[in-house]
């Protein structure tokens, strides 16, 4: 039986880091929670490339463009929806959730979602470094892991 697993170790990789400005006082604090667990992890911060779109829209673009350049070993997708009176995030968040997770399968890169779907900016808050933790740093985490299986298991 062959068991696989991740490492836990950022040396040597290249990251690419997208973030939305919308909801800066959020996302803001994402970034800084996926900065930390790189720096833990051992990436070197010439490895880190950060790239800052409008909105959680245009995320999936730039990743896809990202992704195609084989620039990085992975990407971590950072931003903050937050529900309002319309259906206008329920109609983002789905749309950026579906395309970040074809651009991995397509492009065979991984992509972490950090991107906080919530219903109230409190909740936004305490997923952004307070009682629930920082989702930035969460998914920086699983996206070394990721990359580390993927580099080990030869895939």
Known sequence: MNIYEGKLKAEGLKIGIILSRFNQFISGRLLEGALDALNKLGAAEKDISIYKVPGSFEVPGIAKKLAEAKKVDGIICLGALIRGDTPHFDYLSAEVTKGLAQIS????????????????????????????????????FSLIETINLIKRAGL
């Open 105 to 140: 399968i397509d492009e065979g890169i991984p992509v972490s979602y950090g991107i906080l779907t919530v219903d109230t900016i409190e909740q936004g808050i305490e997923r952004a470094g307070t009682k629930a933790g920082n989702k930035g740093y969460d998914s920086t």
